[in-house]
């Protein structure tokens, strides 16, 4: 049975009147509330609709006890704040398509109503029609055989309004997120439903587009995509060019029709699917009806699998929505469409729109350097995976606000991108003096002494910074006497640009020669090192030049000097997530690097101490890490906010000597 749900809508647009009336016509909802920018929008929609709660701020609407759940029907950029505070406020969640503006801002979405336990559904409400339903059990039981290609059109004429929010860059307009995301979602959801799958995500994705030299968005365009198993589609979609909104599809043997893809008709009203067989003399018209409406429908989805907090397929699933922002946003880049809002300048806050703080329940543990003043997060947050300024800003707040506040980055990531972005979204935050940078330079072929002051200087512009915390050798160079590489980086910690030094990939060998050399000559010695360190023995190197220390005689050399290490590559690039398995040799570099017979034992052990303390194995190979008997602090390189939250409780976790000796095979 579903649940009876009490709705307040955030938001007075067109859409926001059409899913009122859609809420009024369901089984299952009963409207209680708008929130409006303002008192006289909320009054005019109260009355309008015959609301006694009519409140003229969103916060005033959020903090309404009365209201279970809360459509958001705001322009696209509101969305992610808003479907946050929503959250956070305890509200269930159905937001207008798209979800965010782009990928990153979805995935903080996701994250908020997964940490404060609410439902959150993107509002594709074609998604919540039987048609929809019929359509992919068709595709999945092989009506038209092996589904091969795909005619996919969303497209309207809105009119020319560059003040209006289909044409507005401000407004995240453009025909791509607007309707160009219902497009994307149904190639996602046939090409899946071909292979048995909710959806599949796409293997290519190559588009042209007209963007208006007025208005600087995409006002219409076609995408040409390829999806696993050799489908192809072809999407079209405009905000200024009436085309034929249809949906055709074609196997080895027929194809379908569908005439009403996105709207399928009015309540009570049938809507009809053409199924084209092959060698049919005429097409076979497939019948379906709904009782009540499109948005009716749709509320009535929430409220049935309210209880799990996502709906079911083929209905948007949290997984479904971060695949389709994720495609959106390739859709995007492949048109070299960036919105003003997304440039590197204007990402001032964070995605819920509040100061950027340290939040109350973080759980991540400190440690210190000789040489720094600030505690150093145990967990280090490393800046090359991050592309795009959202991506880095939506990845860096959250690691920030769990107490994190040491990040790793270096000259040759993203041929010194990633460092702008990192000074850039330090500068945006206000942070600099509370974070921990750490900066790595001089790599092969470029490792000399003179490139030490070439390289740190480009850095420190790069980041707009006048010191760095921490700076790493990012390789060694034997060619060169230790005491070469010791006095320059001298130089540059006495001027101030370099808080404390050491080196990534140097010998322990090496460190102890540059060592003795500083202090036979009254100068500041390696005060740490960024080696590779990890549970599982790196077989292979990842890249020419890498040096592990999780050896035996390295683990006792840090043990009795106490050198602090950085190690990358902690968790074995992967190895511990459930991608590792010896008859799995899709991934080349995990095979060549990590694959052994003992690490396949370490990972049987960590896989049954994991299950005997109710945690991930990843949390166990990390706690290895962070319970050796000398200062680590190692660098995690997560791609998504579910990776960052999967891996703290790693923080948590104590391992004895015995553990440790255990888990690596030495017991």
């Given at each position: 049975?579903?649940?009876?749900?009490?709705?307040?809508?955030?938001?007075t647009?067109?859409?926001?009147?059409?899913?009122?009336?859609?809420?009024?016509?369901?089984?299952?909802g009963?409207l209680?509330?708008?929130?409006?920018?303002?008192?006289?929008s909320?009054?005019?929609?109260?009355?309008?609709?015959?609301?006694?709660?009519?409140?003229?701020?969103?916060?005033?609407?959020?903090?309404?006890?009365?209201?279970?759940?809360?459509?958001?029907?705001?322009?696209?950029?509101?969305?992610?704040?808003?479907?946050?505070?929503?959250?956070?406020?305890?509200?269930?969640?159905?937001?207008?398509?798209?979800?965010?503006?782009?990928?990153?801002?979805?995935?903080?979405?996701?994250e908020?109503?997964?940490?404060?336990?609410?439902?959150?559904?993107?509002?594709f409400?074609?998604?919540?029609?039987?048609?929809?339903?019929?359509?992919?059990?068709?595709?999945?039981?092989?009506?038209?055989?092996?589904?091969?290609?795909?005619?996919?059109?969303?497209?309207?004429?809105?009119?020319?309004?560059?003040?209006?929010?289909?044409?507005?860059?401000?407004?995240?307009?453009?025909?791509?997120?607007?309707?160009?995301?219902?497009?994307a979602?149904?190639?996602?959801?046939?090409a899946?439903?071909?292979?048995?799958?909710?959806?599949?995500?796409?293997?290519?994705?190559?588009?042209?587009?007209?963007?208006?030299?007025?208005?600087?968005?995409?006002?219409?365009?076609?995408?040409v995509?390829k999806?696993?198993?050799?489908?192809v589609?072809?999407?079209?979609?405009?905000?200024?060019?009436?085309?034929?909104?249809?949906?055709?599809?074609?196997?080895?043997?027929?194809?379908?029709?569908v005439?009403?893809?996105?709207?399928p008709?009015?309540?009570?009203?049938?809507?009809?699917?053409?199924?084209?067989?092959?060698?049919a003399?005429?097409?076979?018209?497939?019948?379906?009806a709904?009782?009540?409406?499109?948005?009716?429908?749709?509320?009535?989805?929430?409220?049935?699998?309210?209880?799990?907090?996502?709906a079911?397929?083929?209905?948007?699933?949290?997984?479904?929505?971060?695949?389709?922002?994720?495609?959106?946003?390739?859709?995007?880049?492949?048109?070299?469409?960036?919105?003003?809002?997304?440039?590197?300048?204007?990402?001032?806050?964070?995605?819920?729109?509040?100061?950027?703080?340290?939040?109350?329940?973080?759980?991540?543990?400190?440690?210190?350097?000789?040489?720094?003043?600030?505690?150093?997060?145990?967990?280090?947050?490393?800046?090359?995976?991050?592309?795009?300024?959202?991506?880095?800003?939506?990845?860096?707040?959250?690691?920030?606000?769990?107490?994190?506040?040491?990040?790793?980055?270096?000259?040759?990531?993203?041929?010194?991108?990633?460092?702008?972005?990192?000074?850039?979204?330090?500068?945006?935050?206000?942070?600099r003096?509370?974070?921990?940078?750490?900066?790595?330079?001089?790599?092969?072929?470029?490792?000399?002494?003179?490139?030490?002051?070439?390289?740190l200087?480009?850095?420190?512009?790069?980041?707009?910074?006048?010191?760095?915390?921490?700076?790493?050798?990012?390789?060694?160079?034997?060619?060169?006497?230790v005491?070469?590489?010791?006095?320059v980086l001298?130089?540059?910690?006495?001027?101030?640009?370099?808080?404390?030094?050491g080196?990534?990939?140097?010998s322990i060998?090496?460190?102890?020669?540059?060592?003795?050399?500083?202090?036979q000559?009254?100068?500041?010695?390696?005060?740490?090192?960024?080696?590779?360190?990890?549970?599982?023995?790196?077989?292979?190197?990842?890249?020419?030049?890498?040096?592990?220390?999780?050896?035996?005689?390295?683990?006792?050399?840090l043990?009795?000097?106490q050198?602090?290490?950085?190690?990358?590559?902690?968790?074995?690039?992967?190895?511990?997530?459930?991608r590792?398995?010896?008859?799995?040799?899709?991934?080349?570099?995990?095979?060549?690097?990590?694959?052994?017979?003992?690490?396949?034992?370490?990972?049987?052990?960590?896989?049954?101490?994991?299950?005997?303390?109710?945690?991930?194995?990843?949390?166990i190979?990390?706690?290895?890490?962070?319970?050796?008997p000398?200062?680590?602090?190692?660098?995690?390189?997560?791609?998504?906010?579910?990776?960052?939250?999967?891996?703290?409780?790693?923080?948590?976790?104590?391992?004895?000597?015995?553990?440790?000796?255990?888990?690596?095979?030495?017991?």
């Amino acid at each position: 049975m579903s649940n009876m749900v009490v709705w307040g809508i955030l938001g007075t647009g067109s859409i926001a009147r059409t899913f009122a009336r859609g809420v009024q016509g369901s089984r299952t909802g009963e409207l209680a509330a708008v929130g409006s920018r303002t008192q006289e929008s909320a009054n005019a929609f109260g009355e309008e609709f015959g609301l006694a709660r009519r409140h003229g701020s969103y916060e005033e609407l959020l903090a309404d006890e009365a209201v279970q759940a809360v459509y958001i029907a705001t322009p696209h950029p509101m969305h992610a704040e808003w479907a946050i505070k929503a959250a956070e406020a305890g509200k269930h969640i159905l937001c207008e398509k798209p979800v965010a503006l782009n990928y990153p801002e979805a995935m903080a979405v996701v994250e908020a109503a997964r940490e404060h336990d609410v439902f959150l559904m993107e509002a594709f409400m074609y998604r919540c029609h039987p048609q929809t339903a019929k359509l992919v059990e068709l595709v999945r039981d092989g009506a038209i055989g092996e589904l091969r290609t795909m005619q996919i059109t969303f497209s309207f004429d809105s009119g020319y309004n560059v003040e209006g929010r289909m044409l507005r860059a401000e407004l995240g307009g453009g025909a791509i997120l607007d309707v160009g995301c219902y497009c994307a979602s149904m190639a996602r959801l046939l090409a899946g439903a071909a292979s048995g799958k909710p959806f599949v995500e796409p293997e290519e994705l190559r588009a042209v587009a007209h963007i208006g030299e007025e208005t600087g968005v995409d006002h219409y365009s076609s995408a040409v995509v390829k999806f696993p198993g050799g489908i192809v589609a072809q999407l079209s979609t405009g905000a200024q060019v009436n085309q034929e909104s249809v949906v055709r599809m074609y196997g080895s043997e027929g194809w379908i029709h569908v005439s009403s893809p996105w709207i399928p008709g009015k309540a009570g009203e049938p809507v009809s699917l053409f199924l084209h067989r092959k060698g049919a003399a005429a097409p076979e018209e497939i019948v379906i009806a709904a009782d009540m409406g499109l948005y009716a429908l749709e509320a009535d989805t929430v409220a049935r699998h309210l209880e799990n907090r996502e709906a079911a397929p083929p209905a948007m699933t949290w997984e479904d929505t971060l695949g389709n922002m994720q495609m959106l946003d390739q859709w995007r880049a492949a048109i070299g469409l960036v919105y003003p809002m997304e440039q590197p300048e204007r990402q001032k806050s964070p995605v819920h729109g509040r100061t950027l703080s340290v939040r109350p329940d973080y759980n991540m543990k400190y440690g210190q350097i000789e040489g720094i003043e600030k505690p150093l997060s145990r967990l280090v947050m490393g800046v090359d995976n991050q592309r795009t300024m959202p991506m880095l800003a939506v990845m860096l707040d959250d690691f920030f606000e769990r107490g994190g506040n040491t990040f790793d980055t270096a000259y040759i990531y993203g041929g010194g991108a990633l460092e702008r972005l990192l000074g850039r979204w330090v500068r945006n935050r206000g942070i600099r003096e509370q974070v921990v940078i750490l900066d790595k330079g001089a790599h092969t072929p470029y490792c000399t002494p003179e490139d030490v002051t070439k390289q740190l200087l480009e850095s420190l512009d790069r980041l707009q910074m006048e010191y760095v915390d921490i700076y790493m050798l990012h390789r060694d160079n034997p060619e060169y006497p230790v005491s070469a590489f010791v006095d320059v980086l001298n130089e540059h910690h006495q001027a101030g640009r370099i808080g404390v030094f050491g080196g990534s990939n140097w010998s322990i060998q090496r460190v102890e020669e540059a060592n003795y050399y500083a202090a036979q000559n009254g100068l500041k010695g390696f005060s740490a090192m960024s080696n590779n360190f990890s549970l599982a023995r790196m077989v292979d190197p990842v890249w020419g030049g890498c040096i592990s220390a999780s050896d035996p005689d390295s683990r006792a050399w840090l043990a009795q000097h106490q050198m602090p290490i950085m190690p990358w590559s902690s968790q074995a690039r992967g190895f511990f997530t459930g991608r590792a398995h010896p008859d799995d040799r899709s991934d080349e570099e995990l095979v060549r690097c990590w694959y052994s017979d003992d690490n396949f034992q370490r990972l049987e052990r960590v896989n049954q101490m994991a299950a005997e303390r109710g945690v991930l194995p990843i949390n166990i190979a990390l706690a290895y890490v962070l319970c050796q008997p000398f200062p680590t602090f190692p660098l995690i390189g997560p791609r998504a906010l579910a990776e960052t939250r999967t891996s703290l409780p790693g923080l948590d976790i104590e391992l004895l000597t015995e553990n440790l000796r255990w888990l690596n095979l030495e017991q």
